[in-house]
């Protein structure tokens, strides 16, 4: 038996809890970990309250993200002992996950914990920092350097947008925060946010057109936002778009891509590859400042994460949460 979140579902309805799990619950997998801390990502919000049909199988143990030690491997990529990091590949959704004490996981999808993080720090960035770093990775790619101008953040308080700030203000971008919490303002600034604007001007339905201002955007809200987004890129600039806080739907028309030659770069982070994942890690820990975490990041167990999600939902939380599940 182990201690973990379960999502069951059943003639009882939806439930969490968290409770003694039994390990014959754990699927198949080469490498068996012994589970330090995870996080809650706004997927895991998902599954938790059962918001949206995040979960694919039940029983399940939600998060998307762990650190941990192997407690048993028959793998030869991995032996016990080796500190380990898990991000996506279906974990917690079709495959129980990190929010419990052990997980069974395939090895090809766990990379060694990078020396740059401690198991909370790596759990503080999780799949939304390692998301923000691919969009980051996206501008460059397509060659959006700091002297090109203003870069957007939107969905600036949450854990994507707190990371993507961070980071493009270490590299020398001019960044923009837009949030809906303007009363953040300070911490927007700290994490390296030159300029706030309110997200409710670009959450309504706008123009095919707008007046250019930005070179580059970090979309995590999707809808009208990254239509307007996409709207005011200036002309050969690139929106990398990774998120649907405010809704799945692209209300927008082709005009800024066939006018302006705007780039809108999808990024996913759940199946991508090995390389990609080891390269986003690697620049996070070039990159990212220690005392960055301070300011994002708070702690919490396991029972406190279950009510955490509706907050998170609500979009009250700020920043990241790293869930220590022992
Ligand atoms: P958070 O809940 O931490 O942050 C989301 C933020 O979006 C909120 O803090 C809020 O910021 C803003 N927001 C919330 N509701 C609305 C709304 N109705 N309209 C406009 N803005 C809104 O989530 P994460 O940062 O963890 O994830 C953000 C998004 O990115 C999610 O949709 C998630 O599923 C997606 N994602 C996708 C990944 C991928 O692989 N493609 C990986 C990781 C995340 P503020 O208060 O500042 O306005």
Not at 66 to 79: A, N, P, Q, T
Not at 251 to 262: E, G, H, N, T
Not at 263 to 278: E, F, H, P
Request: hydrophobic share 45%; aromatic share 6%.
């Amino acid at each position: 038996m182990f201690n973990g979140m379960l999502i069951e579902k059943d003639d009882q309805g939806y439930r969490t809890t968290v409770k003694s799990i039994d390990e014959s619950v754990l699927p198949e997998g080469d490498v068996t970990v012994k589970v330090l801390y995870s996080t809650l990502n706004y997927k895991d919000a998902l599954a938790i309250t059962g918001k949206a049909p995040v979960v694919r199988t039940f029983p399940m143990v939600p998060g998307i993200d762990l650190v941990g030690i192997v407690e048993h491997s028959d793998s030869d990529k991995f032996v016990v002992g080796d500190a380990v990091l898990l991000n996506g590949f279906g974990v917690g959704e079709s495959h129980c996950g990190g929010l419990a004490t052990k997980a069974r996981l395939k090895s090809e999808w766990l990379i060694p914990l990078p020396r740059a993080f401690s198991p909370q720090q790596a759990m503080a960035i999780g799949t939304a920092g390692y998301t923000a770093m691919l969009c980051v990775m996206a501008l460059e790619k397509n060659g959006v350097t700091p002297d090109k101008g203003e870069i957007l953040v939107t969905g600036a308080n949450g854990g994507v947008g707190s990371f993507a700030i961070a980071i493009l203000a270490k590299l020398g971008y001019h960044v923009v925060a837009s949030t809906g919490r303007v009363d953040q303002s300070e911490y927007l600034k700290k994490l390296g946010a030159k300029d706030i604007i309110d997200r409710a001007t670009l959450s309504e339905a706008g123009r095919p057109l707008a007046k250019e201002r930005w070179a580059g955007a970090v979309d995590s809200v999707g809808s009208h936002t990254l239509a307007n987004v996409c709207a005011s890129t200036k002309y050969g600039g690139t929106v990398a778009a990774c998120g649907l806080a405010q809704g799945m739907d692209f209300p927008a028309s082709v005009a800024p891509f066939i006018l302006r030659c705007v780039t809108l770069a999808g990024v996913d982070s759940v199946m991508r590859s090995l390389a990609d994942r080891t390269e986003a890690w690697k620049r996070l820990g070039e990159v990212l400042d220690p005392a960055v975490f301070d300011d994002i990041v708070h702690e919490v167990s396991l029972t406190e994460a279950v009510d955490v999600a509706s907050d998170l939902l609500a979009g009250k939380v700020r920043g990241r949460v790293v869930v220590d599940v022992n």
